[in-house]
């Protein structure tokens, strides 16, 4: 459970940093809405998957 909330505020961060910087660099023409959904989901997936098979330390 922690491993899901860690990737999913992973997520959450880069998809809001994809869409500020996207807003920022190019305010010009119209923002595309499904880009920074795609990064935070496709960036939860993976993250998901690394931590899943990512030796757990037992310290």
């Given at each position: ?37 795609f990064v935070g989901v496709f960036t939860f997936v993976i993250t998901a ?11």
């Amino acid at each position: 459970m922690k491993n899901i909330k860690f990737a999913a505020s992973i997520a959450l961060g880069t998809a809001v940093g994809t869409a500020i910087y996207q807003h920022l660099a190019h305010s010009e023409i119209t923002v595309d809405v499904y880009k920074p959904v795609f990064v935070g989901v496709f960036t939860f997936v993976i993250t998901a998957i690394w931590l899943s098979i990512m030796p757990k330390k037992n310290d």
